[in-house]
């Protein structure tokens, strides 16, 4: 079987393409299964007018915001002698608003779609309903990782039972030690909360902030990281608004010495490590 995936890809600096990435490595590079090797391709989205040196199995790349590589997209999947396609769907990685190009892609595809959806908002805009649900409609199968998410897409998007799978994430293999890890961070005798990946409003980073203090009473050892970058496309339309509303936050409520931003886009050595030190043996 041929697959195509469509998605964010590294290296650019995507929770969405790391996620790729590794299913791409175990679909395409891992063990046959039931004896049948399968053939893959990526299809990456760049951001902004930003280009990549990508690695080969990326065919083709679409730039985010223009409407017209989509549709060569879908031209170049059609030929690509592809069985399915698989798309990794985030608001915000794709061009238009919420994302709207991807849809003239989807409706021209020749082949099955199976959309692993990251994101399933409780309350959308009236655009952020209407893409899911048009994406929904074109999918064979549609892939979430909750059970929140399902009762989401029933209940909200309308979307059938029979449609849905859920698939949950899953967690790395951890082979680093929870005391050398707190060790190398500086953070031995802390207790730990961790929220990691690109940072923006739909992290409810504010919401774990503001239910702090009453977690500080009782466990006056407790430190909350924040660990990755703003999204790019935050920063490109309103800055590092968000992270200061969130540092403001942070002095009102006098938790300078209990959340902890790390500003930056690990690795995913890195990340282990932090998640390690986040286990309690």
């Known amino acids: 079987m041929k697959i195509v995936y469509i998605g964010t890809y590294p290296p650019r600096e995507c929770g969405i393409g790391t996620f790729t990435h590794n299913k791409f490595l175990a679909m395409i590079k891992g063990q046959p299964v039931n004896g049948e090797k399968h053939e893959g391709i990526v299809i990456a989205v760049n951001d902004q007018e930003n280009m990549y040196d990508y690695p080969e199995e990326v065919r083709l790349a679409i730039r985010q915001n223009e409407q017209d590589d989509y549709i060569q997209a879908a031209i170049f999947i059609n030929e690509s002698g592809a069985d399915v396609c698989i798309l990794e769907h985030e608001f915000g990685i794709f061009g238009g608003q919420n994302g709207v190009y991807i849809l003239p892609l989807l409706h021209r595809?020749?082949?099955?779609v199976i959309a692993v959806l990251h994101t399933v908002l409780k309350t959308p805009s009236y655009n952020e309903k209407a893409i899911l649900t048009a994406i929904s409609r074109i999918a064979s199968k549609v892939v979430v990782m909750t059970h929140k998410a399902v009762e989401f897409?029933?209940?909200?998007?309308?979307?059938?039972?029979?449609?849905?799978?859920?698939?949950?994430?899953?967690?790395?293999?951890?082979?680093?030690?929870q005391h050398n890890s707190k060790k190398e961070f500086d953070l031995e005798n802390r207790k730990l909360l961790l929220t990691f990946g690109l940072i923006g409003r739909n992290k409810g980073i504010e919401t774990v902030i503001k239910a702090l203090p009453a977690v500080v009473e009782k466990h006056p050892d407790i430190v909350y990281?924040?660990?990755?970058?703003?999204?790019?496309?935050?920063?490109?339309h309103s800055g590092e608004e968000y992270r200061e509303y969130l540092s403001q936050l942070i002095e009102e409520l006098q938790l300078q010495k209990h959340v902890l931003f790390m500003n930056e886009f690990v690795n995913e050595e890195k990340l282990f490590k932090y998640l390690t030190a986040l286990i309690y043996m």
């Open 109 to 112: 595809l020749k082949i099955p």
């Open 153 to 177: 897409l029933k209940t909200i998007y309308g979307i059938s039972g029979r449609q849905i799978e859920i698939i949950e994430h899953g967690v790395p293999g951890l082979l680093f030690d």
């Open 225 to 236: 990281i924040v660990l990755g970058k703003t999204h790019p496309s935050i920063v490109k």
